[in-house]
Every structure is written in C-alpha cells, then in structure tokens.
C-alpha cells in the first residue's frame, strides 16, 4: 500500500465549470487520484459548484491550491537591473505604477527574474523580470471559497501559469523538443487554453514562460452567435453548441467569425512573441473547454500556420484508475489542464 503523505487539490473556479483535480505523490511521482467537475448554475453560483466537484474526490485531500485570472490580475514581463530577491520585490514595489493599473495597496503582488542577461553582457544590463499581481479582493474571495469548502489554501496561483506547471508536469518531454529539427532559432511551443469567457496563452522556451495573454474571446461568445443565429435562449444554444450535430452547420458558420477573430488575436501574439523574443513557435497546443468547438483547431492552424492539436493532459501522467470514472475523465481530460497544472504543487509543498 502506498502511504498517502502528500496530496493535494488543485481547484479551477471557472467562469462556466469548476474542476478540481487531486494529485497524490508516490515516491517522487504525482499521480492522479481524483478528479471532480461541476457546472456553474446560477442559483448555486462557484460555492455549490465547489462543494460539487469537490464531492467526487471522497475528501481525502485537505490542502489545495486555486488560481486566479481574468481583469483582476495583471502579468507583466520588464527588465530591470539585477539586484537580489529581495531587492527586487522592492525596487518592482516602487515602479509598480508603471506596471499597474490598479493601486498599490488595492493588489497582492509578486515578482520573479526570469532568466540571466546575455553571456558577455557588461554590468548594468538590464535582466528580465516578471511581475503578477492580483486585487486583493479576489484573492480574499478565492480563500474564503476554499475554506467554506472546507480545505485549507496552500498557494493561489496565475491560471496562465498553471497552465505552464501542467505543461512542465505532462508535456512533453523537453529532450523530444530539441529533437525536433533545432534550426537557427530556438524551438517554443504556445499553450493556449480557450474557456468559457476567456483564452490563455503562454508560450513556452526551453520549458519556462517567455510571454502569456489573456484574449477576452470564448466559448460564450460562440454560444451568444449560435443563439442569435437560431434565435433561441442561451441555455438552448449552449446545448445544440456543444452536441456536435444537431444544426451541424448552422453551428459550424455561426461561430466561425468568432474563432477567426481569437485566431487572429493568437497569431498576433505568435508574431509578437517571436518578433521579442528570437523564438520560433512550432506548434499549438490547445486545450479548455471552448476547444473542443467544431473547427476550432483549423481556424488556429489557418491565422496562424502552424500546427495546432488539441493536449490531453492525461498522456504525461499517471492515473490511479481505481475507483475512478475512467470515460468521464478521458472526455473532461482537456478541460483539466488547468486544474492539473495547479494541483502540480504537490511536487514542492
Ligand atoms: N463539445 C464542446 N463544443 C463546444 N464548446 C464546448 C464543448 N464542451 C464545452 N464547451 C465550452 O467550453 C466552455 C467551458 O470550458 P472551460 O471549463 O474550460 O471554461 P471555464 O474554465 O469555466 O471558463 P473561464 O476559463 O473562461 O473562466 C463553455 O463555453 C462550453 O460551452
Ligand atoms: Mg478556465
């Protein structure tokens, strides 16, 4: 028997569905041991769907770890002078309303240097920094829903970085990368998680975040254009949206503009991020719920030209399948991702 010493909940509180997700650590392997998903309902709001999805995990894990995203949160990638750690968390403090649109003491605040100036560079060089924030109210709302949920909070994280800690836990490995024809320019790949009212991208560099976005464009906006279109309420639009072939095409040209404008948005992205940073983004990797749209991945493959694949999470790690609905899960697999990526600081704490 496995002792069960390190477990941990990861909970993504999102706008339409909350996942959570329980990893356990075997040795020094994560493996998943639990999951749970419930929809957000206007009557019940985010506590009943925690309490929902948390329902499923049998409340073995006590600890969890949730994520923050959207207009309350702020990423920033800077440069500054090096200096410590600590220095730095002051110097970011004093620029902050450079960075910032909110005030200081409105936000909880975070810095990191991202990596070291060039080889060869002299002093004063400038390193590069990223700074996250989010308002305080949020934050302080996230907590409270963990703990009426009756768990306590280990950590509460960027969406857009959970989606990259998932990456670095289940992606692919980044050996597999460099194999793939290292060309002239260094390799990176787009993690782009489309949801319900908004999509992530965070590209990745040898495994480590070199940019990320937040696009205000997702699956609702699709829902909102198939409800105009058959002129039916959104719950209805919602279900013939995502039932793949009733009204097959009226669905299919309906939220075609609207895939086409996040796709454009992505590749403005691709473009920047290559331009800034001397990267080549090789492929897409797409995940949320707002994916798994008929043509979605076409519409990013066409912006963008490259190749864009729907990731399934559940490839790169281990399921501990007893007890578990295992069709459920490979079907919710792709909307899991972030939940996954949070839930990956069972590693460290
Ligand atoms: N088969 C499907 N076809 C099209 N859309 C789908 C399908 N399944 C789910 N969706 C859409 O995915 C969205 C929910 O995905 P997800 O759970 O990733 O969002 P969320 O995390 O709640 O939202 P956000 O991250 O914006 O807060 C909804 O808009 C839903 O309509
Ligand atoms: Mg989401």
Redesign the pocket.
């Known amino acids: 028997m496995f002792k069960r010493s390190k477990t941990v909940v990861g909970l993504?509180v999102?706008?339409?569905?909350v996942?959570a997700v329980e990893l356990t650590l075997e040795g020094s392997e994560p493996v998943l041991t639990g999951f749970g998903r419930a929809e957000v309902t206007a009557e019940g709001g985010a506590p009943a769907a925690v309490a929902q999805a948390l329902a499923s995990l049998r409340g073995r894990a006590r600890r969890c770890v949730t994520g923050v995203g959207g207009q309350s949160t702020v990423v920033r990638y800077v440069s500054m002078l090096p200096m410590s750690p600590e220095e730095l968390q002051q110097a970011v403090r004093f620029e902050a309303d450079k960075f910032l649109p909110f005030e200081l003491d409105e936000v909880v605040l975070d810095c990191e240097q991202l990596g070291d100036s060039a080889p060869g560079a002299g002093e004063g060089t400038k390193v590069p920094v990223l700074v996250a924030a989010c308002r305080r109210q949020l934050i302080e709302e996230r907590v409270g829903l963990v703990e009426q949920a009756g768990l306590t909070p280990l950590a509460i994280d960027l969406d857009l970085f959970a989606l990259a800690n998932a990456w670095e836990l289940c992606g692919l490995p980044e050996e597999e990368l460099q194999d793939l024809d290292p060309g002239p320019v260094p390799p990176a790949v787009a993690l782009v998680d489309v949801?319900?009212?908004?999509t992530s991208i965070n590209v990745l560099r040898a495994g480590r975040t070199c940019f990320s976005r937040e696009i205000a464009i997702?699956?609702?906006d699709?829902?909102q254009a198939v409800a105009r279109r058959l002129g039916v309420e959104l719950h209805e639009a919602?279900l013939i949206?995502?039932d793949?072939e009733l009204h097959e095409a009226e669905v299919a040209s309906s939220i075609a503009p609207v895939l086409e404008d996040l796709a454009s948005e992505l590749a403005l992205s691709i473009d920047y991020v290559e331009h800034h940073e001397g990267v080549e983004v090789r492929e897409l990797l797409l995940s949320?719920?707002?994916s798994?749209?008929a043509g979605a991945a076409t519409a990013i493959e066409q912006a963008t030209g490259r190749p864009a694949r729907n990731w399934n999470p559940l490839e790169g790690l281990r399921v501990e399948a007893e007890g578990l609905d295992l069709d459920s899960l490979e079907l919710e697999a792709p909307?899991l991702v972030v939940a996954v990526g949070l839930a990956s600081r069972v590693r460290i704490r």
């Open positions: 993504d999102g706008s339409a569905v996942k949801g319900a009212t908004r997702g699956g609702d699709m829902t919602e949206k995502c793949g949320g719920g707002g798994l749209a909307s």
